[in-house]
């Protein structure tokens, strides 16, 4: 178990530490238990209101359960992963899928209809409950309305399965794509034998010395190793070539066309991008995640599109799509909050919510600023202080400005720290890559929204920074360090993240 934690200070300074990255011993899974074991890591750093806390993690069923009752967000690169990952059919479930379909078909042609219509209705219900309860079908968990369930006749459910399934392409069925679809999923498929196969027999090195790099291998819960596999195939396709020949086994590369690797990875590419600007762990990351969408979804909409991306004159490498990205970051901070491309009634949820986050804030800091009363101390008045006016004059000017008439009275309201800032001017040239380095230098303009900002902003849009702590576990756990106890390891990642913090400042 992975634990991470990532904060503002008052100077606007972004941090993250590692505080736990430990083994989990408990038998049980379940969601309660994995609560627990989060409440016992966390309560060394006095971390026990978790309501005071943001929740980022992956969309693994028994985790979802155990922070359903927090506010917890789901890993925007997990999230592109799981896209990827049922759009090429690499899935565990759409592998099962395929052979129960296989299994289906091979039935009907065995038993008469009545039978085969009772087997679907079953299996239409397993299929859900499995849905519904595996840990690798993450994906499937969407925030729903509490339903009343009522008892349906098991034909009028297998029917409605049947039409959602047809008008949901995530539960497409490889048999239902076309032949060109389907051959480049077998591409991909094949393109997974091959560096299997590479690694097992020990390739790497004579593929190398003829001048290409280590094939990668690709596993369905990294991120970017598709994407990788494929790009090393394309870059060592010739030296990969010799050596198969070398040894006899040029059939490896059966049914591998480099011009079709090169199109999937023309595909991909926009996703490598996002992925790798989006999972910093030294620098706020959520605003970033509806930009990101928003550019794939340009970038998809139409070939002529995904081609513009890839032109000369377009965003050809990483560092060109972080400035075009950012452009976009200065039109969005020239505009105040206002979100790119979002309609009016999102403006105003949006403005709505910041308001009621600022009022909170507000009441926060008036609660610690009232002191307890003191003891009032008898002093004996004169008659003519007994019936002087207190009130503020200019208060009292302002409760009695109407427009003229008492019928109609109208107090002018003031503008609030929102209001002030949307109206602002704001040199786009002044602008950084980091929004907290704006809010650093209008910490006393906007107090209340500063601080807003803070909470806003230390909250990570991907669980990176846990990621990269097990891998660090891994270079800490090495063949001359197998024997060094858990708590150790932990011990050390939590000492190198606090080194870390001190080479940032």
């Known amino acids: 178990m992975g634990i991470s934690i990532s904060f503002v200070d008052e100077d606007c300074n972004y941090k993250s530490l590692d505080l736990c990255c430990r083994p989990y011993m408990e038998s049980d899974h379940s969601g309660a ?3 627990v074991s989060i409440q ?120 409605k399965t049947n039409d959602v399934n047809n008008n949901n392409q995530r539960k497409m069925k490889f048999e239902d794509l076309n032949l060109a679809a389907q051959e480049i999923i077998k591409t991909v498929t ?102 990101c969408t928003h550019m794939l979804r340009k970038t998809l909409s139409s070939f002529d599109e995904l081609m513009n991306y890839h032109s000369p004159s377009s965003t050809n490498s990483s560092s060109d799509i972080e400035n075009d990205i950012h452009e976009e970051i200065d039109i969005t901070e020239n505009e105040g909050i206002k979100v790119l491309r979002c309609t009016k009634d999102e403006h105003e949820q949006t403005y709505k919510y910041i308001r009621k986050r600022m009022s909170e804030i507000i009441k926060v800091n008036q609660e610690k600023d009232i002191q307890p009363p003191q003891k ?46 949307l109206s602002m001017d704001i040199d786009k040239s002044s602008l950084t890559d980091n929004p907290l380095d704006f809010w650093r230098k209008n910490q006393s303009v906007f107090p209340i929204l500063s601080k807003l900002a803070r909470q806003m902003h230390c909250i990570p849009a991907s669980s990176a920074a846990v990621e990269r702590q097990f891998s660090g576990a891994g270079f800490v756990i090495n063949e001359r360090r197998t024997a060094l106890d858990p708590e150790q390891v932990n011990n050390i990642l939590f000492i190198r993240s606090m080194e870390n913090i001190k080479l940032l400042k």
């Open 376 to 421: 009032k101390i008898k002093i004996q008045q004169s008659f003519l202080q007994q019936y002087e006016d207190d009130s503020d004059p200019e208060r009292c000017f302002d409760e009695c400005d109407t427009s003229g008439s008492e019928d109609y009275a109208f107090i002018t309201p003031k503008a609030d720290e929102l209001s002030r800032y």
């Open 33 to 35: 238990n994995i609560l």
């Open 190 to 291: 094949r393109c997974k034998k091959l560096v299997e196969f590479v690694k097992r027999s020990g390739c790497n090195k004579d593929i190398q010395s003829f001048g290409g790099v280590a094939l990668q291998q690709s596993t369905v819960v990294r991120w970017l190793s598709l994407i990788n596999l494929l790009e090393s195939i394309v870059r060592s396709y010739k030296a990969t070539k010799r050596v198969l020949i070398n040894r006899k086994q040029q059939v490896k590369l059966k049914g591998i066309d480099e011009e079709v690797l090169k199109q999937i990875i023309r595909l991909l590419r926009p996703f490598k991008q996002v992925l790798k600007i989006i999972q910093t762990t030294n620098a706020p990351s959520l605003y970033m995640v509806l930009i």
């Open 40 to 159: 016992k890591c966390l309560m060394p750093f006095d971390l026990i209101d978790f309501d005071q806390l943001h929740f980022v993690s992956d969309r693994g069923a028994n985790l979802v359960r155990a922070l359903r009752n927090y506010d917890t967000l789901f890993c925007y690169p997990h999230r592109l992963n799981n896209i990827l990952k049922c759009a090429f059919f690499q899935s565990k479930s759409n592998k099962e899928q395929q052979t129960k379909t296989s299994t289906t078909l091979a039935r009907t042609s065995l038993i008469s209809n009545t039978t085969v219509t009772n087997e679907i209705d079953q299996e239409n219900e397993d299929n859900a409950y499995s849905s519904s309860s595996t840990d690798d079908e993450d994906d499937k968990i969407e925030p729903t309305l509490p339903i009343n369930n009522k008892l349906v006749n098991k034909k009028q459910v297998a029917i």
